[in-house]
């Protein structure tokens, strides 16, 4: 492989980490200091209840419940992964 060849390929491959990096510091996550914890009538197989009686899932109650700490104050909303790094 010439020189300039494995230059190309070195600058392409940082390249291509380069912005795998960017987009996964980029993404809104949840800040880590707050915890939700969710608890729900079941159905027999295990399956939560929901408000209304409709079948919903874990995750649904889960973000649902975040939402509601959310607009309540006590945690801050979703924000980009690299401002928790940041502290």
């Known amino acids: 492989m010439k020189p300039s060849q494995r230059a190309r390929l070195l600058s392409v ?11 996964y510091a980029t993404r809104s996550v949840r ?20 408000d209304g009686g409709e079948r919903v899932t874990w995750e649904e109650l889960g973000e649902s419940a975040y939402q509601d700490m959310v607009a309540a104050g006590t945690c801050e909303p979703p924000a980009a992964r690299w ?3 940041l502290g």
């Open 13 to 23: 491959v940082c390249l291509v980490a380069l912005v795998g990096f960017g987009w």
């Open 83 to 85: 401002r928790h790094w």
């Open 31 to 50: 800040p880590p200091d707050c915890k939700v914890a969710v608890g729900a009538f079941t159905t027999a197989d295990g399956q939560p209840i929901g």
